[in-house]
């Protein structure tokens, strides 16, 4: 079965300091993407940021980006100056293909993370 | 405004009862999802359809049904048999299959008593 992995389920964080979350994944294809979903006390998910497989380059924007580690099926995001509003359930997400032109979205199991003034 | 509504935010059933939860997008999708949320499961997938009248099982679709009758909705009716049914449940739209980027509505809190 293809997983999506997220082994930390809370961290926390000083304001304006930095913090990675992990995330490892399982799949045979050669080109997909990788997201990182917000999902704050409101419950709305909120696409953080995407990267394609195919591409080399890590995705940035502005305080986020991400180590894309396509050998390792790793995809960590990594938080610059930390804010309050950043604290969330933070999810990764890989779009499996589930056979022929299906996709799946598939979602780890999340982890909290805490922004502390 | 282009979006993705679902409706009711909270929704309370009777055991035993069959309940529908609602998902409209004005976002041109093609593809629509449901997923259900429990404390520390992440998102699973429940159903999903890439075009209308079509739409496959999810990794959790027992006790649950769908139908795919517009491109703009997705239903997805909770019924007796599923034995667990109190959860938050997310509906999303992607522009295709592909799913390059998925879109969330606000979701629904279903509590059975």
């Known amino acids: 079965a293809q997983t999506v992995t997220q082994s930390q389920p809370e961290m926390s964080v000083q304001e304006a300091e930095t913090v990675t979350l992990s995330c490892t994944y399982d799949t045979s294809e050669n080109n997909y993407y990788l997201f990182w979903y917000k999902q704050p006390p409101s419950r709305q998910m909120i696409l953080v940021i995407r990267q394609e497989a195919y591409k080399q380059q890590n995705a940035t924007e502005n305080r986020f980006s991400v180590n894309f580690q396509k050998a390792a099926k790793s995809f960590s995001l990594k938080i610059s100056d930390s804010q309050l509003g950043d604290t969330a359930m933070y999810f990764c997400a890989d779009n499996f293909n589930s056979g022929g032109s299906n996709y799946k979205l598939t979602f780890g199991k999340g982890t909290l993370l805490t922004v502390n003034p | 405004d282009g979006g993705i509504t679902q409706s009711p935010k909270y929704l309370f059933r009777k055991e035993g009862q069959n309940v529908t939860l609602s998902c409209e997008q004005n976002?041109?999708?093609?593809?629509m999802y449901w997923y259900r949320q429990d404390p520390g499961q992440g998102l699973r997938l429940i159903y999903y359809s890439q075009i209308v009248n079509d739409f496959q099982k999810g990794d959790i679709a027992e006790g649950y049904s769908v139908s795919r009758e517009k491109k703009e909705s997705f239903p997805l009716t909770v019924t007796s048999a599923q034995k667990n049914p109190t959860a938050f449940y997310l509906c999303?739209?992607?522009?295709?299959?592909?799913?390059?980027?998925?879109?969330f509505g606000q979701g629904t809190r279903l509590t059975v008593v």
């Open positions: 999303a739209s992607s522009i295709d299959g592909r799913v390059t980027e998925a879109f």
């Open positions: 976002l041109n999708h093609d593809a």
